[in-house]
């Protein structure tokens, strides 16, 4: 296993080693909270799995706490073209799919979705926190990097080739969303077309793909935690929300699944 991932991966330093646990260990936790019904407080979750009273939370629009989430990240992968300019082809990969992932994410916030609730700040610092540090790691990680002997696998095309169809068929079927609602409708509908006829979360599954192409693109240690730490997440995050489906609409097909067509 060990042979496999050196010809996969750089070496790491002791210091990316020890906070690659940290997205796998967290998103992971985050993750199976979901499943058991404890869920972050936003878009239609908020208020459901809550114990304190909703007087007592803080909360801001949707809108306004995806852009909070989304913005330092971008941010970081913006200054990362500052901060280390004389870099490979393999670094400079990395830096643009990141920082276009979350630049994509703002631009999406602000003219594509269609919001109807809210978000707790106790949920939204933690969210943004883990994008920020996510980013600013997978770029110290592949500076790191530099000057060392390439993967004897060289994966970085086929993971910028994963990438581009990850973000796009995330775009696609967050377009596929943002149609299902009017301008003021502010109520959930069962979604259709694209893959949504097999799955209630391909935009998830595209978040996923776009993230492994990142991953695989960088062949560091960090990236690839935290494309498992991604995916954990967003395994129990569509687990619930195809269980939210099934308790809300009584015609809702139960031969949909949550994440990945005809498997789960």
Avoid at 5 to 34: C, D, H, N, Q, R
Avoid at 136 to 161: K, N, S, T
Avoid at 223 to 229: P, Q
Wanted: aromatic share 14%; proline share 5%; glycine share 8%.
């Amino acid at each position: 296993m060990e042979s496999m991932l050196l010809k996969l991966l750089f070496p790491s330093p002791f210091l990316i080693k020890a906070v690659s646990a940290v997205p796998v260990a967290t998103l992971g936790y985050v993750g199976l909270s979901e499943v058991r019904g404890k869920h972050m407080q936003y878009s239609k979750f908020l208020n459901i799995g809550e114990k304190k009273p909703i007087e007592k939370t803080i909360q801001v629009s949707s809108r306004t706490g995806m852009l909070i989430a989304y913005t330092p990240a971008f941010l970081a992968g913006a200054a990362s073209f500052g901060l280390f300019p004389n870099d490979d082809l393999r670094f400079l990969l990395v830096k643009s799919t990141l920082t276009f992932h979350f630049f994509k994410r703002i631009l999406e916030v602000l003219f594509v979705h269609r919001y109807s609730g809210g978000m707790e700040v106790e949920s939204l610092i933690p969210i943004t926190l883990s994008y920020f540090t996510s980013s600013v790691f997978v770029i110290y990680a592949q500076h790191l990097a530099q000057g060392l002997p390439e993967p004897a696998i060289d994966l970085m095309y086929p993971g910028l080739l994963l990438f581009l169809i990850g973000i796009s068929g995330n775009f696609y079927h967050h377009c596929l969303l943002s149609k299902l609602r009017s301008k003021d409708d502010k109520e959930y509908k069962v979604p259709k077309g694209g893959l949504f006829d097999l799955v209630i979360c391909p935009h998830y599954l595209f978040e996923i793909l776009g993230i492994l192409g990142i991953s695989l693109t960088a062949q560091t240690l960090y990236a690839f935690s935290f494309f498992v730490g991604t995916t954990l997440y967003l395994s129990g995050r569509s687990y619930s929300t195809r269980r939210w489906y099934l308790s809300q609409f009584k015609d809702f097909p139960k031969d949909v699944k949550a994440l990945i067509p005809v498997v789960f």
